[in-house]
């Protein structure tokens, strides 16, 4: 593992700018290893030195995570049955054994997926327990209408008895077939389902955020990115402004319809 700067190795995992961290050293609130360490520009090697900050461990590099805007026509699986598999996109340089894809988007679904060879946190990612609300853009076969709002609030019935835990579910302006849908749960074709029981059809899906996450703009599809610790943190947050409100779509809608 390559050495790195102890200001930047904090900075990329914590909330703190690298002027912050050259005060907080001066107060003596950093250690490395145990020891007061006032120098900020010292090199560390994230896997071997522990770190803290007013006493609160800074975790190292053990695991890579990846956020890929997948393209369709790639499977979420580290398997190549039924297509090539989504970590073919991933450069070499991003890489590593073990990664996975930590949960599905179909086939023909686009956008945010999380790829990573931590199965700890994958595992309290996928957990039906963790509820991390995930939201969708959707091109339906016949226009949307407000009354999905209620039915999907009330926790649809699917067509095979299933019943989902409430979602919201809202139009996008200037657009009568678009929709933008959050659930917080991940059943198997759920979106798809959810509208079919609604009565409509979904034609087209792409899911632009995983908890605080959002599918940065400047990420086209089938390119993928490294995640520094605190946007993986952000997963699990709960964003200062709601997502879903956001007015993000139509930058997504023109993807939506242009893919
Ligand atoms: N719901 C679906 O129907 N498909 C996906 O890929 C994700 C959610």
């Known amino acids: 593992m390559p050495l790195i700067r102890l200001d930047k190795f904090i900075s990329e995992r914590t909330e703190y700018t690298r ?14 290893n145990g020891r007061t360490e006032k120098k900020t520009d010292v090199k560390i090697d994230p896997e071997k030195d522990s770190v803290s900050v007013s006493g609160r461990e800074v975790s190292g590099d053990r695991f890579k995570y990846i956020l890929l805007n997948k393209p369709q026509g790639y ?3 580290t398997e190549e049955n039924d297509g090539p598999s989504v970590l073919q996109l991933i450069p070499a340089e991003l890489r590593s054994k073990g990664m996975f894809p930590a949960g599905r988007l179909d086939k023909d679904t686009t ?16 957990s039906p327990k963790s509820h991390i609300p995930k939201i969708y853009i959707v091109k339906l076969d016949r226009p949307y209408e407000n009354k999905y709002v209620d039915i999907f ?37 759920q979106v798809k389902r959810m509208f079919a029981a609604a009565g409509n059809h979904v034609q087209k899906l ?16 089938g390119e993928s990115m490294e995640l520094l610790h605190k946007d993986v943190e952000n997963l699990f947050k709960q964003p200062p ?3 879903f409100l956001a007015d993000f779509s139509d930058f997504f809608s023109a993807i939506l319809i242009n893919n």
């Open 241 to 243: 402004e709601d997502p």
């Open 206 to 221: 792409m899911r632009i955020s995983l908890g605080g996450l959002i599918l940065p703009e400047k990420l086209g599809l």
């Open 19 to 32: 002027s912050q961290i050259k005060q907080l050293a001066a107060k003596g609130q950093i250690s490395l």
């Open 75 to 77: 499977v979420s699986s």
């Open 111 to 126: 956008g945010a997926l999380l790829i990573t060879d931590d199965g700890e946190l994958a595992h309290k990612m996928l």
């Open 153 to 189: 609030k009330k926790g649809i019935k699917l067509a095979d008895g299933d019943t989902c835990l409430p979602a919201r579910v809202r139009g996008v302006e200037n657009s009568d077939k678009l929709a933008l849908i959050e659930l917080h749960e991940g059943k198997y074709h």
